[in-house]
C-alpha cells in the first residue's frame, strides 16, 4: 500500500530523469561530456556541474538517473558531488519555496548567502579526496 503511493508521487520524477538521461546520449557525444566534465575539466567541469544542478527540473527523482548517466560516460566525481549538492542545497525553487524571501536580510540571511558557495568547495573538495585515494591504490 506505502509503496503503491510512493510510486505515484515518484513516477512522473522518474521518467523525466530517464527521458533526460537518454536524451543525454542522443544530444551529447560522451567525448564533449568527458572534455567538459571529466576528470581533465578540473574547476572548469565542477562549476558546470554546480549550474547544472541548479537547473535541472523536478526533484532528486529526476537527479539521479541524469547523474548515473554522467557517471557511466565519463564524469568526474567531484563535478557530481557538486552536481548533486547544489540541487540539494541551493536550487532556487527550493531556496525561494522552502526558505521564503524573508530571509534575505536579517540573521537568517546566511543560509541564502553561503549556500551558492558550498556545491563547488564540496566538489573540489570530493575530487581532491578521490584522487589522494586512488593514488594510494
Known sequence: MRSGR???????GLL?????????????????????????????????????????????TCLFPIAAKLWKTGAAPGVLIALITAKSLVSPIRMLTLMKLRCLV?????????RPLVPPIVGILGQWILSIYSMRK
Open 6 to 12: 510512493l510510486f505515484g508521487s515518484v513516477w512522473i
Open 16 to 60: 523525466l530523469g530517464f527521458i533526460i538521461a537518454g536524451f543525454l546520449e542522443v544530444l551529447i557525444s560522451p567525448s564533449e561530456i568527458i572534455a567538459w566534465l571529466g576528470t581533465e575539466s578540473s574547476t572548469r567541469g565542477i562549476l558546470v556541474g554546480w549550474l547544472a544542478g541548479l537547473v535541472i527540473p523536478e526533484d532528486h
Open 106 to 114: 536579517g540573521p537568517d540571511a546566511c543560509p541564502v548567502v553561503c
